[in-house]
């Protein structure tokens, strides 16, 4: 690999191949200097990068076909056989550094199958990545196409990055619909809000539910979109749909405080537990009292719903109930339980 890199290096700067360096950093220190030297870019169309790019990527192709072969390039042994080499022919694949020309080699019989640039392939990995990236980040096809004239140089169509990011959409679509585990011990339902470029940037509501497996694992089951106004209704056309997609029961769900989505669930898993999410409640207790008393109140809630059991939680008079704000915490927990809720788990 080095003899290679210095053969570039001397071809770039016009002169015989220079003697091989004593690490990486050397060699890549002389290409750098010689380049300066002779005024040839580091990147550009033909530039070090380009020519390095270039010159890897035929002598990868160069060992799959001697694999493929079964012999090295110029080696006796491959005299006479029913298929050789036949030459090579020249493609332009689209890289990170812009558009690099490679020579592909091929054989007698046409049977050659490269995996590091396949047939017909015009774009390296990367490239696609690139063109997701920027599709995430709310640019449109056409402000995508002109980045990579204007950055690389390179000519990529609208309807290349469309079919780029289609191939998203097509593993979206899979991923929605694969086969689930028949049961979670746990799942959360909530929502996230996020900036979605649709016409105009706006914030819209992603809705998540999110599985524990038997063997104490994440699972994000599904993302749904919406516009903000769904309800229970919604809730159990996506908890149905899970079950089509094969959960056969729930132990616990946790949710917020949608009214109607507790029976959404009980609809769907008869004997499923719904728990209040823990984050809910103590947003819901600060309102009984001010804003002063939040932060005693965030710490001496801690050991009430961290509770085993709720006769294990410490009660108004025990040693663990805040000094100040006391009245506050005794109040809201009341209020807690004449709205049949506990902050304890179950």
């Known amino acids: ?21 004593s690490d990486e950093q050397g060699v890549a220190e002389q290409l750098v200097a010689q380049a300066r030297e002779k005024g040839i870019e580091l ?47 020249s493609k332009t694949v689209l890289t990170e550094i812009g558009p690099v020309e490679i020579d592909v080699p091929r054989d007698v019989e046409a ?32 402000e995508i196409s002109a980045h990579f004239a204007e950055v690389y140089g390179a000519s990529v169509s609208k309807e290349t990055v469309s079919k780029i990011t289609d191939q998203v959409l097509e593993e979206m679509t899979a991923w929605m619909n694969r086969p689930l585990d028949e049961v979670y011990p746990v799942i959360f339902i909530d929502a996230i809000v996020v900036k979605v470029r649709d016409g105009q940037v706006r914030n819209k509501p992603i809705y998540v539910v999110i599985g ?79 804003r002063k008393y939040w932060d005693h109140i965030a710490r001496d809630l801690r050991p009430i719903y961290t509770a085993a059991t709720e006769a294990e939680a410490p009660g108004p008079g025990s040693k663990s109930s805040p000094r100040s704000g006391a009245d506050p915490i005794r109040r809201s927990r009341r209020c807690g339980r004449t709205r049949g809720v506990s902050l304890c788990r179950s």
């Not at 080095?2 to 290096?9: G, K, L, N, Q, Y």
């Not at 990147?43 to 020519?51: K, T």
């Not at 728990?275 to 409640?281: E, S």
Request: with cysteine.
């Open 43 to 89: 990147v550009g169309p033909n530039g070090l990068l380009s020519q390095l790019t270039k010159r890897v990527l035929e002598t990868a192709l160069d060992a799959e076909m001697s694999d493929h072969l079964g012999y090295d390039k110029h080696d006796p042994v491959g005299r006479n056989r029913e298929n050789s080499r036949n030459g090579v022919r």
């Open 1 to 21: 690999m080095t003899d290679t890199i210095d053969d570039v290096a001397a071809k770039a700067a016009g002169q015989e191949p220079v003697e091989p360096a």
């Open 212 to 290: 524990v497996t038997v063997n104490g694992e994440r699972d994000i089951l599904g993302l749904w979109m919406g516009d903000g106004g769904e309800g229970a209704k919604f809730w159990l056309q996506v908890l149905t749909e899970l079950k089509n997609r094969g959960v056969q029961d729930v132990c616990i769900a946790v949710c917020d405080g949608l009214k109607g989505l507790p029976d959404a669930i009980n609809t769907v898993w008869e004997f499923t537990t719904v728990q209040a999410c823990i984050i809910h409640l103590i947003r819901n207790t600060f309102r009984y009292a001010s």
């Open 111 to 142: 049977t050659f199958t490269p995996t590091i640039v396949k047939k017909r392939q015009r774009r390296l990995i990367g490239v696609d990545q690139i063109v997701l990236s920027l599709s995430a980040r709310g640019l449109t096809t056409g």
